[in-house]
């Protein structure tokens, strides 16, 4: 039900009213009564409009910086040079950080960045004029109730179209990321590229070349996870896009690859792993150290890649399944399954996770201090060793871990001269 404040509006516009938080509304409207114009822009103005749970509001203002630092207590001056200040606005403990930009134009962007400079000043369609794409070049005034929408945003929504804001060549000139974004975009919102947009990408990709690889990363993560990743990796495959961020999938079969990102969980790590399960394991790790991956995102992918490749060929019986599942984690068993192409393989790895079967030291029945005690040797890498052993009989039959059975174990060992110490 429309609120009071909403009311006249129609139901998209409404939405995107009732959505606008407390704070933000109390920032523009403390702005608007010092005289200056002050709305809210960008992406939270478009997924409130299509209904989708907003991220981080930011404010864009006719004030001056040095003006909001003088209109609010608590500002961090940010990204003062470029405009943008973050005010904690709200009362007692909780004070949300609300990032307030002037409006601006631009000068060159020489490193593909940044601009070279930047001119306050400017009206609000300038401003909105600068940005990448139109569906995140709308501003709503949530004191006057007014969307702001120069360039068409509001009708690319509703055809579900990404379109550059202006020329597209001289967008993504200006910021060599804007290229990644085009097709992350298509795969986060489930849109279709528009024409001269896509037309203006392979012309620009020395722009992107000049991107930090940790920038790249973070649009390609979400890219990913994104619920039409494949069509926007077919894009990047056609445009270029993918063999310069990716050179490692050059000679493979790149179609392949994408329908195999389409049938796994939207989850990052496994959709690198369907990405590059062609290639071998130490190529895979040395691009995920290039685009700066974590180390334990680096592990958990080149982890999938290998075992769902070594788990192509023959049948594989229980203990090598055993096996890879211990190497992955049981956590990753659903991951694995999908990966591997064979249905009976996939469904068998599903099986044995779900059966609870002992798949690491930390399963079985029982832990060093009773290797110690069995074997009375004092704490050392012996104890370690025998654990090792100990598992690897345990995942050739999973019906000796017990107690008893392990002991057992660790006893004739020892009489027959294997004693670990």
Avoid at 9 to 20: H, Q
Avoid at 97 to 112: H, K, L, M, N, W
Avoid at 212 to 233: M, Y
Avoid at 386 to 410: G, H, I, K
Wanted: some cysteine.
């Amino acid at each position: 039900m429309a609120t009071d404040s909403s009311a006249g509006l129609d139901p998209e516009l409404a939405r995107l009213d009732e959505t606008v938080p407390p704070s933000v509304r109390e920032v523009c409207q403390r702005l608007g009564e010092a005289g200056h114009q002050a709305v809210t822009v960008g992406g939270a103005v478009r997924d409130a409009m299509l209904d989708r749970s907003p991220g981080d509001w930011d404010v864009a203002t006719s004030a001056h910086p040095d003006a909001v630092m003088q209109l609010f207590r608590g500002t961090l001056p940010t990204g003062i040079e470029h405009g943008t200040v973050t005010v904690r606005i709200g009362r007692g403990g909780q004070r949300d950080p609300i990032e307030v930009t002037t409006f601006r134009g631009e000068g060159a962007y020489s490193d593909a960045r940044r601009p070279d400079q930047v001119v306050f000043g400017v009206s609000l369609e300038e401003d909105l004029a600068r940005r990448d794409f139109v569906v995140n070049a709308m501003a709503w005034d949530p004191i006057g109730r007014a969307l702001f929408d120069p360039f068409g945003g509001r009708a690319d929504l509703a055809a579900r179209r990404l379109r550059a804001v202006g020329v597209a060549a001289e967008r993504f000139a200006e910021d060599g990321l804007r290229i990644v974004r085009a097709v992350r975009f298509v795969a986060s919102l489930d849109f279709g590229l528009e024409e001269s947009t896509e037309a203006a990408i392979p012309g620009a990709l020395g722009s992107l070349a000049r991107v930090s690889r940790e920038r790249v990363r973070v649009e390609l993560v979400k890219l990913l996870a994104g619920p039409a990743a494949g069509r926007a990796l077919d894009i990047a495959e056609r445009t270029g896009i993918l063999l310069q961020v990716l050179p490692e999938l050059a000679g493979k079969d790149v179609a392949a690859a994408i329908a195999r990102v389409g049938g796994v969980p939207r989850e990052a790590g496994v959709g690198m792993a369907a990405l590059m399960l062609e290639v071998p394991a130490t190529a895979v790790d040395a691009a995920l150290r290039r685009l700066t991956y974590s180390n334990v995102e680096r592990a958990r992918v080149t982890g999938l890649v290998a075992e769902a490749s070594a788990l192509g060929g023959d049948r594989p019986g229980d203990p090598i399944l055993r096996r890879a599942l211990g190497r992955v984690g049981r956590a990753a068993a659903g991951d694995l399954a999908a990966l591997v192409g064979d249905p009976a393989t996939a469904a068998q790895l599903q099986k044995i996770a779900a059966a609870g079967d002992p798949l690491s030291i930390g399963d079985l029945a029982l832990g060093g201090a009773d290797v110690m005690r069995v074997l009375g040797v004092p704490p050392g890498p012996a104890i370690g060793r025998a654990l090792a052993e100990l598992l690897a009989r345990v995942l050739e039959d999973p019906s000796l871990n017990t107690r008893e059975a392990l002991e057992q174990m660790l006893r004739a060992a020892a009489l027959s001269g294997d004693d670990p110490r």
